[in-house]
């Protein structure tokens, strides 16, 4: 069977670094606002342009946490709610850089209303690396932390940014017996961006049946159309040990030359839905030029081969509603697209495959 590359739009306006979880019978879509952690809700992965919109935290202006609130995320850990966060001091600037963690409610009750309350920076990790875009991910029965830093040791460079992994202790601290261990360093020419080598946005991926499980992380810079995304496969082994990470030569998906957009695909997460698919959802720009502006939630498949997960190793043509994405038909919409309801069956077909699909969704999820 071929390989279903249609793309949709699911946001209504920008949401740099997408990451979307699904707990609950809804799924929960954070992104960078810049000055909060803002929260949507939705029935259907495919389209949050009808979501409910909650800010769960918002730090007090003035402290060296308050300024440069990228990249959230929230995860259920040991039956509670967790986010994670990178935020500066705003009279330092982009160097200090840290990854924070804010406490929430229950796992079973809703995190856009439930009570949420700042634990501080994230124990154990080096407090003189910059770091960014954390993720937690669950292997071997631990849960580790991947990240994104500056090179250990050094303090103002913002030329090199590395993938690093640490062992977590608990939800708020890694083990600091040991430094981090870096898996990824931006080695291939096309990982740059002018003077700039750029690994970040680190995600787990897992193929279905999990023959192949590791990391989707974006480099180049996310400023251009050439940012893009990669795969690191885990191989086995003490997962702090780098021999224990595989990088693909090849990117898993990017802008090549001629497309027509969307550009620039980078910063995602991938959800199990039904019948045994993947879906990455990232952003992307409109246009070539757009930069950090517009950059839109997109949802693309992700197909498996003996060699793992494969993207066809480009955005796939956009679709303009649910019903084109779900029988594969390559509309090309202007602008991006909206990705709207579809207005019919197969949008309530969508639906109704992922709440049957629940039970597994939440198991794989519970190994992410």
Same mark, same amino acid.
């Given at each position: 069977?071929?390989?279903?590359?249609?793309?949709?739009?699911?946001?209504?306006?920008?949401?740099?670094?997408?990451?979307?979880?699904?707990?609950?019978?809804?799924?929960?879509?954070?992104?960078?606002?810049?000055?909060?952690?803002?929260?949507?809700?939705?029935?259907?992965?495919?389209?949050?342009?009808?979501?409910?919109?909650?800010?769960?935290?918002?730090?007090?202006?003035?402290?060296?946490?308050?300024?440069? +609130?990228?990249?959230?995320?929230?995860?259920?850990?040991?039956?509670?709610?967790?986010?994670?966060?990178?935020?500066?001091?705003?009279?330092?600037?982009?160097?200090?850089?840290?990854?924070?963690? +804010?406490?929430?409610?229950?796992?079973?009750?809703?995190?856009?209303?439930?009570?949420?309350?700042?634990?501080?920076?994230?124990?154990?990790?080096?407090?003189?690396?910059?770091?960014?875009?954390?993720?937690?991910?669950?292997?071997?029965?631990?849960?580790?932390?991947?990240?994104?830093?500056?090179?250990?040791?050094?303090?103002?460079?913002?030329?090199?940014?590395?993938?690093?992994?640490?062992?977590?202790?608990?939800?708020?601290?890694?083990?600091?017996?040991?430094?981090?261990?870096?898996?990824?360093?931006?080695?291939?020419?096309?990982?740059?961006?002018?003077?700039?080598?750029?690994?970040?946005?680190?995600?787990?991926?897992?193929?279905?049946?999990?023959?192949?499980?590791?990391?989707?992380?974006?480099?180049?810079?996310?400023?251009?159309?050439?940012?893009?995304?990669?795969?690191?496969?885990?191989?086995?082994?003490?997962?702090?040990?780098?021999?224990?990470?595989?990088?693909?030569?090849?990117?898993?998906?990017?802008?090549?030359?001629?497309?027509?957009?969307?550009?620039?695909?980078?910063?995602?997460?991938?959800?199990?839905?039904?019948?045994?698919? +993947?879906?990455?959802?990232?952003?992307?720009?409109?246009?070539?030029?757009?930069?950090?502006?517009?950059?839109?939630?997109?949802?693309?498949?992700?197909?498996?081969?003996?060699?793992?997960?494969?993207?066809?190793?480009?955005?796939?043509?956009?679709?303009?509603?649910?019903?084109?994405?779900?029988?594969?038909?390559?509309?090309?919409?202007?602008?991006?697209?909206?990705?709207?309801?579809?207005?019919?069956?197969?949008?309530?077909?969508?639906?109704?495959?992922?709440?049957?699909?629940?039970?597994?969704?939440?198991?794989?999820?519970?190994?992410?």
């Amino acid at each position: 069977m071929a390989y279903n590359n249609s793309v949709i739009t699911c946001t209504p306006h920008a949401t740099p670094d997408p990451f979307v979880t699904y707990k609950n019978d809804k799924f929960y879509l954070t992104f960078t606002a810049g000055d909060r952690i803002e929260v949507w809700c939705s029935d259907n992965v495919l389209s949050f342009h009808n979501a409910s919109k909650h800010v769960i935290w918002k730090p007090p202006p003035g402290t060296e946490y308050s300024g440069g +609130i990228w990249a959230p995320e929230i995860h259920v850990i040991d039956g509670r709610w967790y986010a994670y966060v990178a935020c500066e001091n705003p009279k330092e600037g982009n160097k200090s850089h840290r990854m924070y963690v +804010i406490g929430g409610p229950p796992g079973h009750e809703d995190p856009c209303t439930g009570h949420w309350e700042f634990l501080g920076r994230l124990r154990g990790v080096p407090e003189d690396q910059w770091a960014i875009d954390g993720t937690v991910i669950h292997l071997n029965g631990q849960n580790y932390f991947v990240y994104s830093g500056w090179p250990l040791g050094e303090h103002d460079s913002d030329k090199t940014q590395e993938l690093f992994i640490v062992h977590l202790r608990s939800p708020t601290e890694a083990d600091g017996g040991r430094p981090p261990t870096k898996i990824s360093h931006p080695d291939f020419p096309w990982e740059r961006s002018g003077p700039s080598g750029i690994n970040e946005g680190p995600q787990w991926l897992a193929s279905p049946d999990g023959s192949w499980v590791g990391i989707a992380y974006s480099c180049a810079g996310s400023w251009t159309k050439d940012y893009k995304m990669n795969t690191i496969r885990y191989a086995g082994g003490d997962p702090l040990d780098p021999r224990s990470w595989h990088k693909s030569d090849k990117p898993l998906i990017s802008t090549p030359d001629g497309a027509t957009g969307p550009y620039g695909p980078g910063h995602g997460n991938f959800i199990p839905i039904a019948n045994n698919e +993947i879906l990455a959802v990232f952003h992307a720009t409109d246009n070539p030029t757009d930069g950090w502006g517009n950059r839109k939630g997109r949802c693309q498949r992700v197909n498996w081969t003996h060699h793992g997960p494969d993207m066809g190793h480009c955005v796939g043509p956009l679709c303009g509603n649910v019903d084109d994405f779900m029988a594969g038909k390559h509309v090309q919409a202007s602008g991006g697209g909206q990705g709207g309801s579809g207005g019919g069956s197969m949008e309530d077909k969508v639906t109704g495959f992922l709440h049957k699909a629940k039970d597994k969704v939440e198991q794989k999820l519970r190994e992410l």
